[in-house]
């Protein structure tokens, strides 16, 4: 077994917003772009998610993006054996915008040259993953999955999930960000480290607390001119069991819905743009 590297908790990434994290590193950079995979409490969803990841061995270097579990998920030998390059975990406030800004600008510092997301909950098909790093590869700056993609599937998508995705969430952020997309709800998605350090997206502030990051990051790229494609990709939910989500309630599916219009009319823009 590797035996992680300890680190002291860091506060302060080379000048961004970042909450309080520690590190657990098991292995060296090796690949040229990271697979972020945010994390809380997935047990043994995300153990099978990551043994999938190692079998398929795609050329990335997995980072866990951990919000603070405390159901033993991560233990050292595991994540280790799995091929897990290194274990953030948040200790400051936020919830997943906060997890994403975190292990974001760690990998930025790393010098990857792009970032992929996918979920931790095992919903994903991970083996899309290729896809993702041949579009970073071809020079785009923003890589969306999307399930309603000939060649994607969307299995057992609650119907109240599809009517959002389809009917209210893509069509607001498509417009705002002046390019067609499909499934913006998705997090499974990469980025260009140029996209990512433009001084006109700064996606390192603290105003992005929950899901605010990934509505912006969705429009921000249009806006700016990026390149920007759609990768076909499979999301399964359980059958006949709960629902792996962290949006519960109606309250949490309206603060869900005024991230999105938010997003949409500008609210998270920089305070100014840079102009080259």
Known sequence: ??????????????????????????AEKRHAYALVI???????????????????????????????????????????????????????????????????AWCL?????GIITVDGNGKD???AIPQFIAKLDKGYDYVQ???????????NTPTERTIANRLIHAPLLSLAGRRWLTDTTNG??????RYLL?????????????YELLFYLTVRAG???????????RRVYPGKTAVPTKITGVGGKLRVLRQTIDAARGKYAPPRETRS
């Open 1 to 26: 077994m590797n035996r992680p590297e300890p680190s002291a908790p860091v506060t302060q990434h080379t000048g961004r917003e970042v909450p309080t994290f520690e590190v657990r590193t098991f």
């Open 38 to 104: 945010p994390v809380i409490n997935e047990g043994d969803r995300v153990r099978d998610q990551l043994e999938r990841i190692r079998d398929l061995a795609p050329e990335v270097d997995v980072i866990v993006a951990d919000g603070g579990s405390t159901d033993g998920s991560l233990d050292d030998a595991f994540v280790s054996g799995a091929g897990v390059r290194a274990v953030l975990v948040k200790i400051g406030p936020g919830k997943l915008s906060a997890q994403l800004r975190m292990a974001y």
């Open 109 to 113: 510092d790393e010098g990857y040259r």
């Open 125 to 127: 098909g991970v083996d």
């Open 145 to 155: 999955g999307s399930r309603y993609l000939p060649g994607g599937a969307a299995i």
């Open 188 to 193: 499974f998605r990469a980025y260009s480290a």
């Open 198 to 210: 433009d001084e006109n997206v700064q996606p390192f502030r603290g105003i992005f607390q929950n």
């Open 223 to 233: 806006q700016l001119g990026y390149r920007v494609a759609q990768v076909p990709v």
